[in-house]
């Protein structure tokens, strides 16, 4: 089978069997009163490793990373890490470090100090800190502001501190909270990558905790998609992306078109479903259902192609008049309203700049895409 | 602005002021009466500053004042900080809400009960009354001064900070000395100030719970008004009102001199 996406990766410990995780949640549930933060979540992350937990706030993002941090203690699974249990081991004591939100930098101190905050805590010899300092400092390409208070920093500069402050120790495991949510957009573009190429380089294992898709999907090896407490899909960016696991997931990571429908059929890796209109799709993906069972067909707006008449190769279309139309320089969003009421989005790439005959307000047009285009996700 | 200065703002201000510090005016005046006669100018001098200085009795109070409030609000500073970081962090246990209103209620105590219990506390565990049980009794009505002072500082403090202190290798108590105490020390500090005023002035209590050879200075002028004003207890006064302004001008000063740095390194960081 092909891979999915056009990302051929080398890096993939979770698809050997052989491979010990490094980090292992095993059946954690974290209770707060009456409220369940993380729900019986069984979880592996490799050494090296890039991984994101993502989801809405309140989902428990935030909670499994303090509980792997040793700020708060589950109510009952446990937490291995390089196959120590870490129930009460306190948070000063686990060889993993944390990037704060609010990077928690300490505002009574210059930016060496608390670069050399950690050091200091381990009674390392004075002159290893400060070498260790300077490492840290050129790093992250802060070194003419080591005498600066925090007050007197930018966000971005800020945000780099926390940084250095974090990995000044060398722990084992990095701990990142929303990383780079305080930070404007062309900034967070920026630290994204350099973010990337620094855990590359100092191969270590970083686990960051965000609710910006986008930024899971650039950084990630693997991500895990979470909601009320449960990990619904760990998986490569783009296996979330091109193969959801539910219709959360689908919904959740960009945008969707999911029509609902019955299953007719499978047979030779051909799926037929008539949604609720009636209409019929083949679709060349698993259904993971019995014939009748209510299916959804999930396809992805850039899968899919407009045009004034019907493509004589498309193995699926439908009829409708373009209800609104937005034009985002590099793509041109099209939603088309079919007629019975169902508006459908499409995306297609404004590969030329002048189009003849382009679709305006108004029009009827097709709505088409190919037998390959989408995912069948049963309940 | 020349409508803003109208005649019922000025004459407000007047009077407010007036109100407010013309008894002490008044005082600090005959502090430097020639006469014997409190109510009668007779001249400008400062004999009776210079009396003062050779009347063991006064100098002797106010050494004993002195001291208690050092100690007492040193303490003092030191349990109600104790206090207002245990009501902040653990919001959680049980009886949260009573023992926060327990430490509270002194503040609104008539000072006649929290002296009169006192007394009866040290009569009871056989506790001779002198220099400790003054200070003691004066560090049990001051922490919560101090402890409301701190926790209003802890409410905004940012607990990440100490989580960051921890998650870098420090223990608690550390993070605590390292952290969280130097951030809140401004707070910690006019705490100090606080419970040493409040000590300073105290009549009441310091009535109840002194004993002989501990008479504070505010007893010590009671008991001499009361046989008499002379403007030696006029000259005590305005050296007491003096290194009151003092410590008050001294505290806004350096907090103002901190805000300007703060302005001007900020400034200098966005230039930069």
Known sequence: ?379 | MAGTWGRFNITALVLGFAFLYLPILLLVIYSFNESRLVTVWAGFSTRWYVSLFSNRGLMDAAWVTARVAFISATVATVLGTMAAVALTRYTRFRGRLLFSGMVFAPLVMPEVITGLSLLLLFVAIGFDRGFMTVTLAHITFSMCFVAVVVQSRLVSFDRSLEEAAMDLGATPLRAFFQVTLPIILPAVISGWMLAFTLSLDDLVIASFTSGPGATTLPMKIYSQVRLGVTPEINAVCTILIGIVTLGVIAASVVNKRREVRRQREERLAFAG
């Open chain 1, 1 to 379: 089978m092909a891979s999915l996406g056009s990302i051929r990766r080398s890096f993939a410990p979770w698809a050997d069997p052989k491979a010990k995780p490094y980090i292992r949640f095993e059946n954690v549930t974290k209770r707060f009163s009456d409220f369940v933060a993380v729900d019986d979540l069984s979880l592996s992350i490799y050494e090296r490793e890039f991984f994101a937990l993502l989801g809405a706030s309140g989902c428990g993002k935030t909670t499994l990373l303090r509980m792997l941090a040793g700020f708060e203690q589950p109510t009952s699974g446990r937490i291995l890490l390089d196959g120590q249990d870490l129930r009460g081991v306190p948070p000063y004591r686990r060889p993993v470090n944390m990037m704060f939100q609010s990077y928690a930098l300490f505002p009574h101190m210059t930016v060496e100090a608390n670069i050399a905050f950690g050091l200091k805590q381990d009674r390392m010899p004075k002159a290893e800190i400060a070498e260790r300092v300077r490492q840290m400092l050129k790093l992250v390409k802060l070194e003419p502001f080591a005498k600066r208070k925090p007050h007197q920093l930018s966000g971005g500069q800020r945000q780099r501190v926390a940084l250095a402050r974090s990995l000044a120790k060398r722990p084992k495991v990095l701990l990142l909270d929303e990383p780079l949510g305080a930070l404007d957009k062309k900034l967070r573009e920026e630290t994204q990558f350099e973010l990337m190429d620094l855990q590359h380089d100092l191969g270590l294992t970083f686990v960051v905790v965000t609710h910006d898709q986008e930024e899971a999907m650039t950084m990630a090896d693997r991500i895990a998609i979470m909601d009320k407490g449960r990990v619904l899909q760990v998986a490569t960016p783009a296996e979330i992306y091109e193969a959801p696991a539910s219709r959360f997931v689908a919904d959740f990571i960009g945008s969707i078109n999911i029509f609902e429908g019955s299953l007719v059929k499978e047979s030779a890796g051909m799926t037929e479903i008539r949604d609720t209109s009636g209409a019929d799709f083949r679709v060349a993906a698993p259904a993971r259902a019995a014939p009748g069972d209510l299916v959804w067909l999930a396809i992805r707006p850039e899968k899919m192609r407009v045009s004034r008449e019907r493509p004589p190769e498309a193995e699926n279309a439908l009829n409708g008049e373009v209800w609104d139309i937005a034009y985002l320089g590099d793509m041109t969003i099209y939603n088309v309203k079919l007629d019975d009421g169902r508006i459908v989005k499409a995306s297609m790439i404004n590969s030329m700049r002048r189009l003849e005959d382009a679709l305006t307000w108004h029009d009827r047009a097709w709505i088409s895409f190919p037998a390959d285009a989408g995912v069948v996700l049963a309940e």
